[in-house]
């Protein structure tokens, strides 16, 4: 048992979050699984941890995904989204209770299908062999920016038809718009509005020369009058090309960070190819590029023995369910062979990611074409040097690595 290093109130802002959340986590499973925390504007919300508890809140319909029938936090103001563009970005899928969310995900899954998914695999090769080949011209540097930032951003760029003299913008503002401080409120208003324009130009180029690309099949979508606004067209492109982003830029820059601190499951992964599925399972569970979602109680809900009024403001983490000892055995332990899917990363439930393929398949092509290109890497500084992004997403800032 570990020794209670929990304060009465608990801060999402503190220490305890970002710097050594996972022993905070460890605790919270132990003493206080549903519990409440401090949220960035100094509200209280409810943080639920422990496995079944999330899983069963993450399919709750009484548990809603819908920012406009939220009545005590505004989650969206942190990130700063200016009032006039809220529509714009909280009308996709991600961001709606049923029956919206059905015919939006319906909609989207049409055209984002496993048989495109498959077919860019080739393509997410050859992408990874190109950046990594520069990189190796380099002698050494930031694996974030050289291969875990540019090989999802180039993938979603290029299945929406993204021009490359946009691609460097658009990286900046995804960065940006995922921030849920609001210490950088007012530089992530001005990174909404220009990504709101540039999708909004992009759609206008696709009416006008329509492609093969996803984008031009939304916007057929949209134009043939089959049940999608103008709003909710642009917050599913805002939502595909930040979520499709940001999280698999965390997925690889965390793995490679867990595989050259762990070199016992290097060594093993290297010798075995066939454990490299697995091994991205293990990274999604181990490290959650995305540590927590948010919904709002509709009405009283009781979660893990705890009543919550109906118009709370829930927080699901999902990084303390996936090393809850409940359901995974030794859970703080990262091993590529685990081969357990379970984990809750992707979500559950009517809001499980539909980007989840696309992600597992760019994180399997870049750690295949990672430990292929250098068989002997390394961190280039101490891992507790290293920078890492903040609550809500967890990923290093930079990777600085070096090989032999």
Not at 165 to 180: K, L, P, T
Not at 317 to 341: T, Y
Not at 363 to 390: I, M, N, Q, S, Y
Request: charged share 25%; net charge negative.
């Amino acid at each position: 048992m570990n020794q209670p290093h929990l304060p009465e109130v608990l801060d999402l802002g503190s220490e305890l979050f970002h710097t050594d959340q996972y022993a905070t986590y460890r605790d919270l499973l132990e003493q206080r699984p549903v519990t409440k925390v401090r949220f960035y504007d100094g509200s209280f919300v409810w943080l639920v941890n422990r496995y079944e508890d999330v899983r069963a809140a993450l399919s709750d319909p009484r548990l809603s995904n819908d920012p406009t029938k939220q009545s005590d936090v505004d989650l969206s103001a942190a990130t700063g989204v200016p009032d006039d563009l809220a529509e714009y970005f909280q009308r996709n899928m991600f961001r709606s209770d049923e029956p919206d969310h059905g015919r939006l995900r319906k909609l989207v899954t049409r055209e984002f299908t496993m048989r495109r998914i498959n077919a860019l695999r080739p393509r997410i090769q050859e992408i990874a062999e190109d950046l990594l080949e520069k990189f190796a011209a380099t002698g050494g540097g930031d694996l974030v920016s050289a291969l875990a930032r540019p090989l999802p951003l180039t993938v979603m760029c290029e299945l929406l038809g993204v021009p490359e003299e946009d691609r460097a913008n658009f990286q900046i503002w995804s960065q940006h718009v995922v921030e849920s401080n609001p210490a950088f409120a007012e530089r992530n208003a001005v990174s909404y509005r220009s990504l709101f324009e540039c999708v909004r130009s992009l759609i206008r180029r696709r009416r006008d020369e329509p492609g093969e690309d996803l984008l031009s099949a939304l916007v057929d979508l949209r134009d043939s009058g089959d049940r999608l606004s103008e709003a909710e067209l642009i917050s599913t492109v805002f939502l595909l090309l930040v979520a499709g982003i940001e999280t698999t830029v965390n997925v690889i820059g965390t793995g490679a960070f867990l595989l050259l601190t762990h070199p016992g499951q290097l060594a093993l992964l290297r010798a075995d190819g066939a454990l490299l599925g697995s091994a991205v399972e293990e990274v999604l569970r181990y490290m959650a590029p995305i540590e927590m979602t948010s919904r709002h109680t509709l009405e009283p809900v009781e979660i893990g023995g705890v009543s919550i009024d109906a118009g709370s403001t829930v927080l699901i983490n999902l990084a303390a369910a996936n090393r809850d000892p409940a359901r995974f055995e030794d859970p703080q332990s990262f091993r590529v062979g685990r081969n357990d899917g379970s984990h809750l990363t992707f979500g559950h439930g009517i809001h499980y990611c539909l980007g989840a393929a696309l992600a597992r398949a760019e994180a399997e092509v870049a750690f295949g074409v990672l430990l292929k290109r250098f068989p002997a890497l390394d961190l280039a500084v101490p891992a507790a040097e290293l920078t890492w992004r903040h609550v809500f997403m967890r990923g290093p800032v930079e990777l600085p690595v070096s090989w032999r």
